[in-house]
């Protein structure tokens, strides 16, 4: 059985880095998988259903997406870097294909807080890695204007402006916009926060003085259970 490997964002940072790739790589493909959508993800189970779907009913010799970003914070391996995706027909050479899972199409699921900053850390791990701009980040549908991918409520100056946003944050070491790297707690933050447990705001805020409600517990303690965290 195909087997996937899960990331941290410090993880992923630290795998792209180093990992071997003798293609060209020249361009990002930006994609959501509308299906399954945010409140269907079940872990590798749900990697393993896409690449199901993509080899054994499409066809194709491995599941489309070099890398998968799921709801929440984690960064899942895919195709073999050297390897063009299975993205968007007529423009695949050269890409680097990253899939958000859900249905992000207005009106439906999201694209915040851990998953966002997720999706631009490893966009900006993987223009370090290639030495790629803003400019050669691809949305599916600016291809193809028959699809919506990645979401009709993903605005390009927006996602483009996050990356910005939460590269300024990274090239201060800082894990969150109101987090200095010297503050008291920042390697507890970071940790916390690459174990996708918690999450800052839309303006990648993580408001560290604020005091934290019972729903926040109760979210932070789902999640440890979720990762097999509680005994």
Same mark, same amino acid.
């Given at each position: 059985m195909? !087997?996937?490997r899960q990331f941290t964002i410090s993880g992923f940072e630290g795998y792209i880095s180093t990992v071997p790739v003798k293609r060209e790589i020249n361009h990002i493909q930006i994609h959501h998988t509308w299906k399954p959508r945010k +409140? #269907?993800?079940?872990g590798e189970s749900t990697i393993r259903g896409m690449w *199901?779907?993509?080899? *054994?009913?499409? /066809?194709? *010799?491995?599941i489309a997406q070099?890398?998968?970003? +799921? @709801? #929440? /914070?984690?960064?899942?391996?895919g195709r073999d870097l050297?390897? #063009?995706p299975a993205g968007i027909k007529g423009y695949n050479r050269g890409g680097?294909?990253?899939?958000?899972?859900? #249905? $992000?199409d207005e009106g439906q699921d999201r694209l915040d807080n851990s998953q966002l900053f997720a999706v631009a850390s490893a966009v900006i791990a993987c223009q370090d890695r290639f030495r790629l701009k803003n +400019?050669?980040?691809?949305?599916?549908?600016?291809?193809? @204007?028959? !699809?919506?991918? @990645?979401?009709? /409520?993903?605005?390009?100056?927006? $996602?483009?402006? +996050?990356i910005d946003k939460t590269r300024e944050v990274k090239g201060g070491k800082?894990?969150?916009a109101d987090v200095p790297s010297d503050h008291w707690g920042v390697n507890a933050i970071r940790w916390a926060s690459d174990q996708g447990l918690l999450t800052a705001n839309q303006e990648g805020r993580f408001r560290p003085n604020d005091p934290v409600t019972r729903a926040e517990m109760s979210a932070v303690l789902h999640r440890m259970a979720e990762k097999g965290m509680l005994k």
């Open positions: 195909r !087997k996937f +409140a #269907d993800y079940r *199901q779907y993509h080899t *054994q009913t499409n /066809g194709w *010799q491995d070099h890398f998968s970003i +799921a @709801p #929440d /914070g984690t960064i899942w391996d050297n390897l #063009d680097l294909m990253i899939e958000i899972i859900g #249905d $992000f +400019a050669d980040i691809v949305f599916h549908r600016e291809i193809d @204007p028959s !699809k919506s991918c @990645p979401g009709t /409520g993903i605005d390009r100056y927006l $996602f483009l402006n +996050a800082e894990v969150f």
